[in-house]
């Protein structure tokens, strides 16, 4: 696709379950970065990929957070036991190369997910 | 490590005034970079300005840099309805990811 793909778009769960969210990146783009949005909150760095490799991890929130990225493109981000505070919009975002570097970074419309 | 924080958080002026928008980060940078977001959108890349620059110009936006006090400003000029979103800064170092502050969210009312 021509953008930053995220699904499901709206996710309902109910506490201690587990969840999925998935993020398709601009083919071609080898830096791939997750991040978290509570309402009317900025965003909260959670991870980034350059390649397959996570060479920051540090904003992931706990153990129960952890995401795995495959043929350095597709990525997903799994919630073990979700706990109301998970709830947020969850934003992915891509670019050519990092930010550090003058990449821009392209972003998803986000994951919606509601904790019950 | 917070590379981004705006000041105001909230802003509103009317359609055809000028906004400005303040952003300060705390470590060196490699550059600095402002989105938009809309109400419930993925952020959009608006204009990035280099450690080696002072001032750039996009449309109707012009973004300076100040190294020395690690601040930057964003001013939208001749506001219109479609502006209002919330604005976002971002300070990128080598090599590690893009940490942004908690916005500016401006109103511009017709």
């Known amino acids: 696709g021509a953008g930053v793909s995220q699904s499901p778009s709206n996710k309902v769960t109910e506490k201690g379950k587990d969840v999925e969210l998935r993020c398709d990146p601009i083919?071609?783009?080898?830096?791939l970065y997750w991040y978290r949005q509570s309402l009317g909150q900025g965003l909260e760095f959670l991870i980034y990929?350059?390649?397959?490799?996570?060479?920051?991890k540090s904003g992931l929130p706990s153990d129960r957070f952890s995401a795995e990225r495959t043929g350095g493109s597709v990525s997903t981000l799994t919630i073990q036991r979700t706990q109301q505070e998970d709830s947020a919009v969850y934003l992915c975002?891509?670019?050519?190369?990092?930010?550090?570097?003058?990449?821009?970074?392209?972003f998803g419309e986000g994951s919606r997910l509601t904790v019950l | 490590s917070q590379q981004g924080e705006e000041d105001p958080q909230a802003l509103s002026i009317q359609e055809g005034e000028n906004a400005t928008m303040n952003c300060s980060y705390k470590?060196?940078?490699?550059?600095l970079q402002w989105y938009r977001q809309n109400s419930g959108r993925g952020l959009v890349h608006l204009i990035l300005?280099?450690?080696?620059?002072r001032e750039k110009h996009s449309g109707r936006l012009r973004v300076t840099l100040d190294t020395s006090k690690k601040s930057s400003s964003l001013l939208i000029t001749a506001s219109r309805a479609a502006d209002t979103a919330s604005y976002f800064c971002?300070?990128?170092?080598?090599?590690?990811?893009?940490?942004f502050g908690k916005g500016t969210t401006l109103s511009v009312s017709s």
């Open positions: 083919s071609g783009h080898t830096a």
């Open positions: 971002a300070g990128a170092q080598a090599g590690t990811a893009l940490i």
């Open positions: 470590t060196s940078i490699n550059n």
């Open positions: 990929f350059q390649g397959n490799s996570a060479p920051d």
């Open positions: 300005i280099r450690s080696n620059e």
């Open positions: 975002a891509s670019s050519l190369e990092l930010a550090g570097n003058t990449g821009e970074l392209f």
